[in-house]
């Protein structure tokens, strides 16, 4: 199984603030199965990145993602008071499909 | 609009069996996967399976294997999560979602529903 670990377990940053999240994968992934999930309080989770770098439908172009291998970053260039939430990474190249424990953004 | 509808809370004694509902609307059922992921309350998210409802295929993460059983109709684009042998620590939140075969990620979620286990 591949495991995900994610860093840091919370960010607490300010409005406007460029936020930066780590997901390092235990093993290498198989290429672009890498995806990020924001989720609010109460509510289900919600694509953001599928593909390593691919915005989903209706996500702003603060939001971008990259990496390979083992390595990946989720990047909010400036973070609006919405995108305070919890932040998820997914590999599904390799079964079982596994997520990341979570990075809570906060506000600072 | 693609959306996902799951079936009310439930709340099981332990050994019980649950069976979750998750009916879909908006695009082609049997053209997309339907995976399950739960989350116990305050933690992270679980992947807990995946099925193709077209094929039936399924794929169970192997915590759940034995225990977990996808199924789907449809006549009425619904799939069904059923969890046996119900244990405290499967009380959580289960979500449905409408799975991406390509890159198989998923793109549309349902409400989630709440499963309490409690005797």
């Known amino acids: 199984e591949i495991v995900l670990t994610q860093s840091p377990g919370t960010l607490s940053l300010s409005p406007g603030e460029r936020a930066t999240l780590s997901c390092r994968a235990s093993?290498?992934?198989?290429?672009?199965?890498l995806a990020w999930y924001q989720q609010k309080p109460g509510q289900a989770p919600r694509l953001l990145i599928y593909?390593?770098?691919n915005r989903a439908t209706g996500i702003p172009d603060r939001f971008s993602g990259s990496g390979a291998g083992t390595d990946f970053t989720l990047t909010i260039s400036r973070l609006e008071p919405e995108d305070f939430a919890v932040y998820y990474c997914?590999?599904?190249?390799?079964?079982?499909?596994?997520f990341g424990q979570g990075t809570k953004v906060e506000i600072k | 609009q693609v959306q996902l509808v799951q079936s009310g809370a439930e709340v099981k004694k332990p050994g019980a069996s649950v069976k979750v509902s998750c009916t879909t609307s908006?695009?082609?059922?049997?053209?997309?996967?339907i995976t399950w992921v739960r989350q116990a309350t305050g933690q992270g998210l679980e992947w807990m399976g995946w099925?193709?409802?077209?094929?039936?295929?399924?794929n169970y993460a192997p915590e759940f294997r034995g225990r977990v059983t996808m199924t789907r109709d449809n006549s009425i684009s619904t799939a069904y999560m059923e969890l046996s042998g119900l244990r405290s620590d499967d009380t959580a939140v289960y979500y449905c979602?409408?799975?991406?075969?390509?890159?198989?990620?998923?793109?549309?979620w349902g409400q989630g529903t709440l499963v309490t286990v409690s005797s």
């Open positions: 997914q590999q599904s190249g390799t079964a079982p499909r596994t």
């Open positions: 099925m193709n409802p077209n094929s039936l295929n399924t």
């Open positions: 979602a409408r799975g991406i075969r390509n890159l198989l990620y998923s793109d549309h």
């Open positions: 093993q290498s992934v198989r290429t672009n199965y």
């Open positions: 593909g390593v770098s």
């Open positions: 908006g695009y082609t059922f049997s053209s997309y996967d």
